[in-house]
């Protein structure tokens, strides 16, 4: 059984970092992504990561300030973010199964973490 498990959302000030975490177990996978997810807004594409080459692609504008990076050793993605802005805020979600950008490419989604950032 496929299981995505976030950690590492909560509440920062603008300016701030966090990092997010997201264990994966019951197979492996090609590609993996973040997106994240506002209350009446389409689920907006974050960064994804080619699980061979580590190859990166990012949302427009967040380039510079996210990373994503994988541990082949602990089978977890992560999302390094820095210099939060409260437009950051949302629910952020792991996914796989897909390759590209958008969400309906994706069968497995983890269950959110919370990204709130204060002004």
């Known amino acids: 059984q496929v299981q995505l498990v976030e950690s590492g959302g909560g509440l920062v000030q603008a300016g701030g970092s966090l990092r997010l975490s997201c264990a994966v177990s019951?197979?492996?996978?090609?590609?993996m992504a973040w997106f994240r997810q506002v209350p009446g807004k389409k689920r907006e594409f974050v960064a994804l990561?080619?699980?061979?080459?580590?190859?990166?692609y990012y949302g427009d504008s967040l380039r510079g300030r996210f990373t994503i990076s994988r541990d082949s050793a602990k089978n977890t993605v992560y999302l390094q973010m820095n210099s939060l802005k409260p437009e950051d805020t949302g629910v952020y979600y792991c996914?796989?199964?897909?390759?590209?950008?958008?969400?309906?490419?994706?069968?497995?989604w983890g269950q959110g973490t919370q990204v709130t950032v204060s002004s």
């Open positions: 019951g197979r492996a996978f090609s590609t």
């Open positions: 990561i080619k699980w061979s080459s580590g190859s990166r």
């Open positions: 996914a796989a199964g897909g390759a590209g950008n958008s969400p309906d490419e994706y069968d497995y």
